[in-house]
């Protein structure tokens, strides 16, 4: 909603108070100014001039040579390029020295060797937005009407001395649709008395009933419906000063009786419809649901296929108008309009909603009723309307109206004790500080012992509960100032809960371990949705998609984090680490919530390790992240519950993935991505692993003991195996520890060959084996001993022989 | 023969003192010192002295020797210095050459913004608490206030799944829930963040997808005076003791009276610049009294309980506090953007 200041003022006192400290008042106090708007910002110099004479321009075809009185003496020569400049207009005269918008200074010049000694100007010239121009004017010059007094000041002349207000209303503040309405909150701000507007019909002798008939079919959608008839108007334009206002609003003039509708729909909320009485058809209205299919076309000219859905405004027969939304060609007010029917009704919001979305016709009109408006004020407005369409078209209001009332209005009732407001707000107001603020609001207020009753007005829809007069008491009080505290009762003990805390440590360690944290889309595409899934099951796809590529909900990371690998490699970033945690959608039936499984997916592209200078690189490979893992799992505890087990798993190399185990459950995966993939990516070597972080953390946390430190020495026994290529470190660990026994402290792996100069078939593998007692220094026998016991069980369980 | 031990001593100690290397200096050593060195030869013709006269010789070869001796230390001591010096000198490196870099990620700033507004709600006794994404339109709006056909889910284009069942489009279905899970016991004190889904077009303010973090307190006498406190060390901890803040009136279904907080803008100080549109002030948040509907719907006596809840973007406070452009960059993932988020502040 556009607020005029200087409009403003017909209804409020404003003196003493400027257009941005208002703006700020009343920001403060519920409804947020979003801007305010200074019309004449940047224009100077500017008056009313009288074009004594128009001449074509000798030598240029589209020019005008004018000479313009603009009450400075002789009148001054000015080159003119508007097609509608003409001899005897008074037009908007920019002098030698103005300014126009844009820093835009007017300068003695020579056009095509004429002088030209200023301009005259359009509305856009003098800032007015192109699509509020008057259509007449919207190529060309503005023209004033006649009496507009040469040198004066244009801009006052158009309103533009004004500040606009722009307010953001919020949906339950529909009463701050109307002039009105926000006099009233104005009012209430600034404790000052709201006047309304003049209605003074003097009607003929003759009576709106005797010319129509209204009937209403859907009272439930339109429980008030009044017509009146002026007749014997004269279209033509409205007067300057309600075109500038409505200009100001942001909406276009067309003439006098539409911008009397237009303009009453701004100063009292309610919207109104001109009709053309004498195209109507007939003499009665009939308000019904539309037929299914029937069709009517409005005035956009566009036909229009209607359903039992809308309302419709019918002559008896076919529409005349599609209720609160638009009107029809066929009834439409033209310059040869003389007798209007003018309609002032109450449309339920949900009809007007409906109508206004399926045809796809929002306008100030419809947001209105969407909205709702005062059923108090409905039949005022239209007596305003009738009003001045006598005084400014100088048509002849008829006596009363047609009407169809079914609506009950009951204001709201609604009782609260001081104690209740004091206790939710967290003041100590007294019976007569709130007393006070709702005599500010116009609310009507009795006080019995320490029980506030109000009665809110009709314009206040939004005042139901008690809350809703705790709001009002607050915002006019100033929210600024509440007191400041802090909730007081038991206190609750603050922390995050072991997986939260769980959580954190993951991320400390994979950043730590070099990986940077990505947060990626949970919506994906088809192709994308199932790649890498730990679970295979139904997608869950969006009812209406934006797009396809945002159409069904991820059951794996992994696609978003190498797309993340993509868009960075395409980047000249093309080693790199990222991980993500986030949840992915496990469908479990159509009508159920599916199961959001919290992930953890990693991926590293590239080289790992590189230090320029030092000539040193090392690629990503399986171990790097292999590592990576087994360092978190060490973290949380969880080394001896997790195995590796070589797998296939699709879109990765077949021979470089393993499944990750948890207590023997498959819980992720860990290898590369499929070369294959990895060059439709364009990426370098890349290592990734997924895994349900759920099933991590839910794990229980084990708690931390000590373990004293060895006393006595350890001896090492280091071995060279050889075995098959397919025996896997794994197995022959397996073997030397059982065999081992409690001796056997560690086990590590210090060698790999597979090089040519092994047998056919063969590998050789080196591990280091520490042996150690806790409690005594072990004797180079006892090592032995257990020692060849190892050796043995590698040899009949894994085939495993010493390398020679 | 007194004076060949003199004569001696003068050569070897000459000699060491012009030797240069350890090499040198212990050919010295053996040459003159040695079992078959001068004195040794000088002390075996002893045996042709007088007794008188013995005694005294052996005592100057002695003497001689301890001082070749004692010189040969000397330096042998000096030239083992200047060895290590040299060696040194061989070993210096050009300190100005970069390091070995330290492979280290960090956060995604919204969970830097997150954990850090998580962290200052827990230190007053919040718990955080967590929920689906993926929601019954029940939690999602009928338990906030907004019951089908409300104006306000126009507010509101979401993704649906079904009829029934959709993307959230706030955190605040976690606070419905958890007020259903304490069967209308308080008190509650919680803090939700987490990820939302809204049916928006990406552009540079504007995203499908996005976090959003929320606070519920619900008890017997929590009042409006304790939200304004609370916002206000919130605002305070999170955007720098000298910031101040304003609340206005405003409105959410599920709150009344409803509340947006603005913070004296941090680029100008409330001066005014394009930042804050030349107002000085900077919308923060929105927040508000718990709508008597939403308790009473998820089992709270209204005439007993009263409760605050308060809700903001993570973007738009990392857009702001870190001056970020386009709130697409923290979907994209460019590693530039990324790593500009690891230090500390
Ligand atoms: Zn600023």
Redesign the pocket.
């Known amino acids: 909603m556009f607020v005029s200041y200087k409009w403003l003022q017909d209804y409020v006192d404003l003196s003493g108070v400027s257009a941005s400290e208002l703006a700020e008042k009343i920001t403060k106090s519920g409804i947020e100014v979003e801007g305010v708007d200074v019309l004449n910002e940047g224009i100077t110099g500017v008056v009313v001039g009288h074009v004594v004479e128009r001449v074509q321009h000798p030598n240029a075809d589209k020019l005008s040579k004018c000479q313009v009185d603009i009450g400075q003496g002789e009148p001054v020569q000015i080159i003119c390029g508007a097609p509608n400049v003409a001899q005897g207009q008074k037009v908007a005269v920019a002098t030698v020295g103005a300014v126009l918008p844009g820093n835009f200074k007017i300068k003695r010049a020579k056009l095509r060797g004429e002088e030209s000694n200023g301009m005259i100007c359009s509305l856009t010239e003098l800032g007015v937005e192109a699509k509020v121009v008057p259509k007449e004017y919207s190529e060309g010059i503005f023209v004033f009407p006649q009496d507009a007094e040469v040198g004066t000041d244009a801009i006052a002349l158009l309103n533009r001395n004004d500040e606009v207000l722009e307010l953001g209303l919020t949906p339950n503040r529909a009463d701050c649709l109307s002039m009105l309405g926000v006099a009233y909150e104005v009012g209430a701000i600034l404790g000052r008395e709201v006047k309304l507007p003049e209605i003074d019909v003097q009607p003929v002798n003759e009576k709106a009933s005797d010319y129509i008939t209204v009937k209403v079919e859907a009272n439930e959608d339109n429980p008030l419906y009044a017509a009146k008839v002026i007749k014997n108007v004269k279209i033509g334009p409205a007067p300057l000063w309600m075109q500038t206002r409505l200009i100001s609003a942001g909406i276009r003039p067309h003439n006098n009786v539409v911008d009397i509708t237009n303009y009453i729909l701004l100063e009292y909320g309610q919207p109104l419809h001109a009709f053309d009485y004498d195209r109507l058809g007939s003499k009665e209205i009939l308000v019904r649901r539309a037929h299914d299919g029937e069709k009517f076309l409005t005035l956009d000219d566009v036909e229009r296929t209607l359903t039992s859905d809308h309302l419709v405004i019918t002559n008896g027969k076919e529409p005349v108008a599609l209720a609160g939304v638009m009107g029809g060609a066929n009834s439409e007010v033209t310059s040869d309009t003389t007798t209007v029917l003018l309609e002032a009704a109450y449309f339920t919001g949900g009809t007007v909603r409906k109508a206004s979305k399926d045809h796809g016709l929002r306008s100030e009109a419809s947001a209105r009723f969407e909205k709702g408006v005062d059923p108090n004020r409905v039949r005022a407005a239209g007596e305003r309307a009738a009003y001045l369409m006598a005084r400014y078209a100088g048509g002849e209001v008829l006596e009363g109206a047609s009407e169809v009332n079914t609506l009950t209005v009951e204001p709201a009732v609604v009782s609260i004790t001081l104690e209740k407001i004091n206790s939710v707000i967290g003041t100590n107001l007294t019976v007569q500080d709130v007393e006070a603020i709702f005599e500010r609001l116009q609310f009507t207020v009795n006080v019995e012992e320490n029980v506030i009753t109000v009665t809110a007005p009709t314009r206040r829809g939004d005042i139901k509960i008690e809350e809703d007069l705790i709001e009002e008491v607050a915002r006019l009080y100033g929210y600024d100032n509440i007191p400041k505290t802090l909730p007081i009762g038991s206190a609750t003990p603050g922390k995050l809960s072991d997986y939260q805390e769980k959580r954190r440590i993951v991320r400390q360690y994979l950043e730590g371990a070099g990986l940077y944290q990505a947060v990626t889309y949970s919506l994906t595409s088809e192709e994308k949705a199932a790649q890498f899934a730990l679970e295979k099951r139904d997608f869950i796809r969006l009812a209406m998609p934006m797009s396809e590529d945002r159409s069904i909900l991820r059951l794996s990371i992994m696609p978003q984090l190498l797309e993340v690998l993509k868009y960075n490699s395409a980047r000249q970033n093309d080693s790199l680490a990222v991980y993500e945690t986030g949840a992915v959608f496990l469908a479990n039936g159509n009508e159920v919530l599916p199961e959001e499984q919290e992930h953890l997916a990693g991926a590293v592209t590239g080289l790992w390790h590189s230090h320029s200078w030092q000539g040193e690189k090392k690629a990503v490979d399986f171990y790097v992240l292999k590592g990576i893992l087994e360092g978190l799992f060490a973290k949380l505890g969880l080394t001896e519950s997790v195995t590796y087990v070589q797998a296939k798993v699709d879109n990765m190399h077949p021979g470089r993935t393993a499944e990750i185990h948890l207590n023997g459950e498959r819980i992720g995966f860990v290898g590369q991505v499929h070369p294959t993939m990895q060059k439709e990516l364009d990426l370098k070597d890349t290592y990734v692993f997924e895994l349900s972080l759920k099933a991590v953390l839910e794990e229980a946390t084990t708690a931390l003991r000590y373990e004293a430190i060895p006393r006595f020495p350890s001896i090492t026994r280091d071995i060279a195996l050889v075995v098959d290529k397919e025996t896997v470190s794994g197995v022959l660990k397996d073997v030397i520890q059982s065999a081992g026994g409690k001796l056997l402290k560690e086990v590590s792996v210090f060698d790999l060959y597979e090089g040519d100069r092994m047998e056919e078939g063969k590998k050789s593998i080196a591990y280091s084996l520490k042996y150690m007692d806790p409690e005594r220094t072990l004797t180079d026998e006892e090592v032995t001993k257990v020692h060849t016991q190892v050796l043995e069980a590698l040899k009949t369980q894994a085939g495993a022989v010493l390398r020679g | 023969m007194q004076e060949r031990l003199k004569e001696l001593q003068q050569e070897a100690i000459q000699k060491i003192e012009q030797s240069s290397s350890l090499k040198e200096l212990n050919d010295i050593r053996v040459a003159y010192l040695g079992k078959k060195g001068p004195i040794t030869e000088v002390l075996r013709g002893m045996g042709k002295l007088s007794a008188e006269e013995r005694p005294i010789m052996g005592a100057l070869a002695n003497e001689v020797r301890e001082a070749i001796a004692t010189t040969l230390e000397a330096k042998q001591k000096d030239l083992e210095e200047a060895a290590v010096l040299e060696k040194l000198a061989s070993e210096s490196i050009d300190v100005t050459l970069p390091g070995r870099p330290v492979k280290v990620g960090n956060h995604h700033p919204l969970t830097r913004i997150i954990e850090e507004i998580e962290d200052l709600f827990i230190g007053m006794g919040y718990q955080v608490a967590e929920g689906p994404e993926v929601e019954q339109d029940y939690y999602n709006f009928e338990a906030l206030n907004l019951p089908k056909g409300h104006p306000a889910r126009d507010m509101q284009d979401s993704f649906y799944i079904t009829d029934e069942i959709l993307l959230r489009t706030h955190t605040s279905p976690v606070q419905a829930r958890t007020m259903e899970k304490n069967q209308g016991k308080g008190p509650i004190k919680i803090i939700c963040p987490g990820k939302v889904y809204r049916r928006d077009n990406d552009d540079a303010t504007h995203s499908h997808q996005f976090m959003q973090i929320e606070g519920l307190v619900v008890g017997e006498n929590i009042r409006m005076s304790d939200l304004h406190g609370t916002l206000e060390i919130f605002a305070k901890k999170m955007f720098g003791e000298d910031r101040e803040i304003r609340l206005r009136p405003s409105f959410f279904p599920f709150t009344e009276p409803s509340v947006e907080m603005d913070i004296s803008?941090?680029?100008?100080?409330?001066?005014?610049?394009?930042?804050?549109k030349?107002?000085?002030w900077?919308e923060i948040l929105g927040a508000g009294m718990v709508h008597p509907n939403v308790l009473e719907m998820a089992g709270y006596d209204s005439k007993k309980y009263t409760g605050f809840a308060f809700g903001m973007g993570p973007e738009r406070i990392a857009m702001l506090k870190y001056g970020v452009d386009d709130i697409r960059h923290f979907y994209t993932n460019d590693v530039r953007f990324l790593k500009q988020f690891s230090k500390h502040e």
């Open positions: 803008c941090m680029i100008c100080g409330g001066h005014g610049c394009n930042v804050c030349k107002t000085g900077i």
